[in-house]
């Protein structure tokens, strides 16, 4: 598939031809394309996002792997990696293959999980041999984390002490978060960091960090909408992760879906979690049209660092590299879900400057700006799939 665009190769932004099938296979300045998208926007390697709950199974009515990773594409993600708390929970090897099965047949991105500490170390071995980015430490996992420590695979902490569990919400500070950084150690990487204390004390340990746009944007816990663990923290703290920009490795989601009877329930009783997976690349872009980001930057948080805290190749344009696109055209709208079950976050109608045109997965048009087309993405962590998809197949 030959497609014509206007891309960023080799730091210089050029026009030119792309044949694209899992990854890219040939780049040269002219063909005759399949597509040209070269008038529609800045062709882009697409997203990645490390942290994401896609539910589906019992809790199919909250999000299914179609609706959340259709949604993941219409915001320009081509990469999701899952967070294990689904029901059942992914915390033994056989749940673990049926999930891989399950976002192998349904997912429209490329795809991984986090699996949860299992119960004893020749688990947690039998689960490093599958194609997982790696384990997702929770506040409740902190005490066994032994489990986990010895694996080459990375560790993705939730970054609360368990303590934060039974505190009252208003009681669950900052404080709590920085002491669970002490409680791992080896390969790890801290997910949605909501203090800049956070991230620069992630990187004096040696772990890398990334925070969410919830988490800078969101004026406090209002609502069950609002609702987050960890919570949205007071405007200074807030106002000092904007610095996260230029110190985090990378952003991500933390896309977790609930059903709107779920979250009109009493304040104490709603479940937490915000449904953004498509707010983050769009938002990113509309920085660097502001001149806030350069355009290395965004590409840094949104694809490159991700590509590399999990150890896959991600983030470049050139031969060899996966064919997951975003293109992204400078137009002023305002955000709201579009293929997620969940219609109603604390962005909505948040004005944007930037614009996911098309998403393209391994190196078929997934989103048109119009529709999401039933793509199937790789795991890149399936060395099968790997050698698969360098032949093109
Ligand atoms: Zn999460």
Redo the contacts with the bound molecule.
């Keep these: 598939m030959w497609y014509r665009a206007k891309f960023l190769y080799k730091g210089e932004i050029t026009e030119g031809c792309i044949n694209a099938f899992g990854t890219i296979v040939e780049i040269r300045k002219e063909c005759r394309p399949d597509l040209d998208l070269s008038n529609e926007g800045l062709l882009l390697p697409a997203s990645i996002d490390m942290?994401?709950?896609l539910r589906d199974w019992e809790q199919a009515y909250k999000e299914t792997v179609v609706t959340g990773t259709s949604e993941a594409v219409f915001g320009g993600v081509g990469t999701v990696i899952e967070?294990p708390?689904t029901v059942p929970p992914v915390r033994d090897y056989d749940t673990a293959v049926s999930r891989l099965t399950h976002l192998d047949r349904y997912a429209r991105t490329d795809f991984s999980l986090f699996a949860g500490v299992p119960k004893d170390r020749n688990e947690a071995e039998r689960m490093a041999s599958l194609p997982i980015a790696g384990f997702k430490v929770f506040p409740e996992d902190l005490e066994s984390f032994h489990v986990v420590a010895s694996s080459e695979k990375l560790k993705v902490l939730?970054p609360e002490v368990a303590l934060a569990n039974s505190s009252f919400r208003n009681m669950r500070a900052y404080w709590m978060e920085l002491a669970s950084l002490y409680l791992v150690h080896g390969r790890v990487h801290v997910?949605?960091s909501t203090s800049l204390d956070t991230i620069r004390l992630a990187k004096s340990l040696g772990f890398t960090a990334d925070f969410t746009m919830h988490h800078l944007l969101v004026e406090g816990e209002r609502d069950c909408l609002s609702k987050v663990?960890p919570p949205i923290r007071d405007a200074v703290q807030r106002r000092k992760l904007l610095l996260a920009f230029y110190e985090a490795e990378l952003v991500a989601s933390?896309h977790?879906p609930h059903a709107k009877e779920e979250k009109a329930m009493p304040y104490e009783l709603c479940p937490p979690?915000i449904a953004g997976v498509s707010f983050t690349t769009p938002f990113v872009f509309s920085l660097v049209f502001k001149d806030v980001l350069s355009l290395d930057r965004a590409l840094d948080l949104l694809v490159r660092n991700p590509a590399k805290v999990l150890g896959v190749t991600y983030g470049e344009i050139e031969e060899g590299y996966p064919s997951n696109f975003v293109v992204i055209a400078r137009e002023s709208w305002r955000y709201s879900t579009r293929f997620s079950k969940v219609t109603q976050t604390p962005f909505d109608l948040y004005p944007l400057e930037a614009r996911v045109k098309y998403t393209i997965v391994r190196g078929k048009v997934v989103y048109d700006g119009e529709d999401v087309y039933p793509v199937k993405g790789l795991n890149p962590f399936a060395r099968a799939v790997r050698v698969k998809s360098l032949t093109g197949a």
């Design positions: 942290h994401v709950h967070m708390n939730h997910t949605h663990n933390d977790a979690g």
